[in-house]
């Protein structure tokens, strides 16, 4: 914590002019905060209306962090301004103090609530009892249910979480942070008689959660809409055969709803019609939004998805259906002089050669065996690789077989299978004798 | 006394718009969305060069690293979904997750080199 002693800071504050229009700007307010510990951004506010500016507009009511109506992006970080102190902020910067995020801005500080509450009341926030009883319920603060709600009733929807998600921002139905918190709040309460409803109203939403915890952090009340996302994700995935059910699904803690609860239900859906930049929310009141800016984006990252795609499948079918295609000619490789291959004998020779496959270069190390008869020009050039599973087969002397020595295979000298599994007798090479060095073609 | 005065919202102000100070207010959980989408690109980057350029270890050894960093906070993400581990050590599950990346690049670049 920064010290108590006085200190002079920079305010820049943003300021909008609905008669104007515009962008916005800062201005720069400068003063001396005597009680760095005690003064919050409110004062300070109150102070530049009070002394320097009388035009600056903010809202605020209640002053002890229970109104919700003060929130504003405080150093870049959203907060509520009577809960902020000075010390609180690195005493090396101006402090900056903005509109929320996500919200059309009235007038300077000031925005527009009413996609929050619109937004807040698509998720169903009341409570719609199970059963009518005379006497109140009794939920053991020990309880399950009671530990998972915890205090994620305290919301005071002063959306500062809807501001710092920027999943808000590119996803026009998104219900945001705080509904689905306050939905998770009814959804985890086993009084509750709507929740099939509630669950389905809700659960596209659910889904546009990144799990950035910009919300988490930035909450005022120290709640997590987070958390509250993550326990509905995993209600729904429970009642998955439910919820896929078209409707009169069961509630779900499991029982019957009411009759009452039949009300006809669309939003899901409505969500899902809600393709690229048709959605009517801003029609409806809700999130008015910069066309071209989401225009932009939306075809930059698809375009980095096409390209992405087009390079990675055009490397891949490259490699892969390329060296199919083109038909290499058979090339001779030089294998050893005749005069060292001694007649009436069987002679292994180490062969080596290039060959490019796509985009692979690769040396072929391989043995070749070479049967020559008695008779000079009588000669096979068998290929040591097993007909069977591709082992190395070689030679063996004493037994005038082909072994290979992986199941088994045997081959007699013609190269014909005499034992195991393979199935043909063994390849031969096409060869030839060019000035007294024998070659073989490989393809 | 109604005379026509014509006031415009001006449009939602955007994550990041005409804030000096955000970027540094960002917190740690926004961070590691971000760089595991970074990565991602990265990802697919790497493993067109790792086809095109076969057996270069730099190479090699950046796409495994990419690789494990995505995977890890992807491996975070699950655990948080599940519950598996409670959000509210979704920061030090950052950290000793990074650590577990580490320790793993190194071994299998060892046992490989
Ligand atoms: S955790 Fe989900 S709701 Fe909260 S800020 Fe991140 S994306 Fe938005
Ligand atoms: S969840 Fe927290 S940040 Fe969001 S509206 Fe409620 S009190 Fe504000
Ligand atoms: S004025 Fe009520 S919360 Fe700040
Ligand atoms: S690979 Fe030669 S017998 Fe199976």
């Known amino acids: 914590m920064a010290t108590s002693a006085h200190q002079r800071r920079v305010i820049q504050v943003f300021r909008y002019d609905p008669t104007r229009g515009g962008d916005g700007h800062y201005d720069r307010f400068e003063m001396d905060v005597a009680h760095p510990n005690s003064t919050t951004m409110l004062d300070i506010l109150i102070r530049i209306q009070r002394e320097q500016d009388p035009s600056v507009a903010f809202r605020y009511a209640c002053r002890v962090n229970m109104c919700g109506s003060c929130g504003m992006v405080i150093n870049g970080r959203e907060g509520l301004a009577c809960k902020t102190n000075v ?29 929050f509450f619109k937004k807040y009341e698509d998720a169903m926030p009341f409570f719609s009892p199970r059963t009518i009883e005379p006497e109140p319920a009794v939920i053991p603060p020990d309880a399950r ?34 509904a689905l918190n306050r939905a998770f709040t009814l959804l985890a309460d086993s009084r509750e008689g709507r929740n099939a409803e509630r669950l389905r109203a809700v659960l596209q939403s659910c889904y546009n959660c990144r799990t950035e915890f910009n919300c988490t952090e930035v909450c005022p009340k120290e709640l997590s809409p987070t958390r509250a996302i993550k326990y509905i994700q995993r209600l729904a995935l429970k009642h998955l055969g439910e919820l896929s059910r078209p409707a009169g699904m069961t509630n779900a803690t499991e029982e019957p709803a009411p ?100 985009f692979h270069k690769e040396t072929v190390v391989k043995p070749v065996m070479i049967c020559r008869r008695a008779d000079v020009n009588n000669m096979v050039v068998f290929n040591t690789t097993c007909t069977h599973l591709g082992c190395t087969v070689r030679w063996d002397a004493g037994k005038n077989i082909y072994v290979c020595a992986c199941h088994g295979g045997q081959f007699d000298h013609e190269g014909r299978v005499i034992a195991g599994p393979p199935p043909r007798p063994l390849d031969t090479y096409r060869f030839k004798v060019e000035n007294g060095c024998l070659m073989v073609e490989v393809v | 006394m109604a005379h026509e005065v014509n ?76 519950n598996l581990v409670n959000v509210k050590y979704q920061k030090a599950l950052i950290a000793g997750l990074a650590v577990l990346g580490v320790v793993m690049v190194a071994i299998i670049w060892t046992g490989i080199y």
Not at chain 1, 110 to 115: E, K, S
Not at chain 1, 290 to 310: E, N, T, Y
């Open chain 1, 87 to 115: 010390c609180d902020l690195p005493p090396d910067r101006d402090i900056t103090l903005r509109p929320l995020n996500h919200f059309p801005v009235v007038k300077d500080l000031v925005v527009d609530m009413t996609p």
């Open chain 1, 145 to 178: 249910e009671r530990q998972d709600i915890g205090l994620a009733t305290e919301c005071i929807q002063c959306g500062c979480c809807v501001s710092s998600c920027s999943m808000v921002n590119y996803h026009d139905g998104y219900a945001g942070p705080a």
């Open chain 1, 259 to 358: 009759p009452v609860a039949v009300v006809p239900f669309e939003p899901v859906l409505q969500h899902a019609g809600c393709v690229a930049g048709a959605c009517s929310v801003a029609a409806a009141g809700g999130l008015p939004d910069d066309p071209s800016r989401r225009q932009f984006f939306r075809r930059v990252i698809m375009g980095i998805g096409a390209a992405s795609a087009l390079g990675v499948g055009g490397l891949l079918a490259t490699a892969a259906v390329g060296p199919t295609l083109t038909k290499t000619p058979g090339r001779w490789i030089p294998i050893s002089p005749m005069d060292d291959l001694a007649p009436a004998q069987v002679s292994t020779v180490t062969m080596r050669y290039e060959v490019t496959s796509g």
């Open chain 2, 7 to 82: 006031l415009h919202y001006r449009p939602a102000l955007q994550w990041g718009e005409l804030d000096p100070n955000r970027r540094q207010s960002t917190p740690v959980g926004m961070w590691a969305w971000i760089w595991q989408r970074i990565s991602a690109i990265a990802i697919v980057f790497l493993l067109g060069l790792h086809i095109t350029l076969t057996y270069k270890p730099l190479v090699q050894f950046l796409l495994l690293t990419v690789v494990i960093f995505h995977a890890v906070l992807g491996l975070r993400v699950i655990l948080l979904d599940f």
